[in-house]
């Protein structure tokens, strides 16, 4: 696919299965959170968000949690399925220089076995 | 991918030659982004616009520059194309630069410079 990365770390699980994809960040002050998905040969697309006055939040079939103390973020998938195989991207929207930017992490492979 | 798009999707092109990369979007967002994908380096900011005539620079500018004359586009110009430029080009649009306001993505342009 398109150059995501030729040593990202993989979690490889079985269909039907819960997926838990974790992430650190780097600046305690960062206030939103991002998770990207990635197919191949396609941009990111936004899967869900966080700020950081919430420590949980729930869309379809993925939570999002968010751990401030430890400046941890981790992506939990229910029921993994095959199209669900993708590298996934925690991003934090930080202020830098008078004006947020997005950092994005260096992205999770999750392969999905049938 | 939000009314985003991209052209042209791959290109092929030798060293010392100019390259533009078009972005165009439907949504009517202020802000517009350059990024480039590479492995092991993620996604990194080229160039953002914040308004018609207005950019400013991002983490890896050197070597790019940019114009948005119109809302709906963003223009990316390489000068003088080097093998260091090949790379998977993504554009994103976000309503404002705020706290909480997210980036959506276009499909990328992969770019190969010979």
């Known amino acids: 696919g398109e150059s995501v990365g030729l040593h990202l770390p993989t979690l490889s699980v079985q269909e039907g299965d819960n997926s838990i994809i974790n992430c650190a960040y780097s600046n305690s002050a960062s206030d939103y959170f991002i998770w990207y998905k990635q197919e191949s040969g396609k941009g990111p697309q936004f899967i869900i968000d966080?700020?950081?006055?919430?420590d949980k939040r729930q869309g379809q079939r993925v939570t999002v949690l968010l751990n401030k103390t430890v400046k941890h973020l981790s992506l939990q998938i229910a029921a993994t399925q095959p199209g669900d195989s993708a590298v996934y991207f925690c991003?934090?929207?930080?202020?830098?220089?008078?004006?947020?930017?997005?950092?994005f992490g260096s992205g999770t492979r999750l392969l999905v076995r049938p | 991918d939000a009314g985003i798009t991209q052209s042209p999707r791959h290109k092929v092109t030798e060293t010392g030659t100019p390259v533009t990369l078009r972005c165009h979007q439907t949504?009517?967002?202020?802000?517009m982004y350059w990024y480039r994908q590479d492995p092991g380096h993620g996604l990194r900011l080229i160039h953002y616009?914040?308004?018609?005539?207005?950019?400013d620079k991002g983490e890896v500018s050197d070597g790019y520059s940019v114009s948005r004359s119109k809302t709906e586009d963003f223009l990316l110009t390489l000068e003088s194309a080097t093998s260091s430029q090949t790379s998977v080009y993504f554009c994103a649009i976000s309503e404002g630069q705020g706290s909480t306001d997210t980036q959506y993505f276009g499909p990328g342009t992969r770019l190969t410079v010979l």
């Open positions: 966080i700020r950081s006055n919430m």
């Open positions: 991003a934090e929207n930080m202020y830098e220089d008078s004006s947020y930017k997005l950092i």
């Open positions: 616009s914040y308004g018609v005539k207005d950019t």
């Open positions: 949504e009517n967002h202020r802000y």
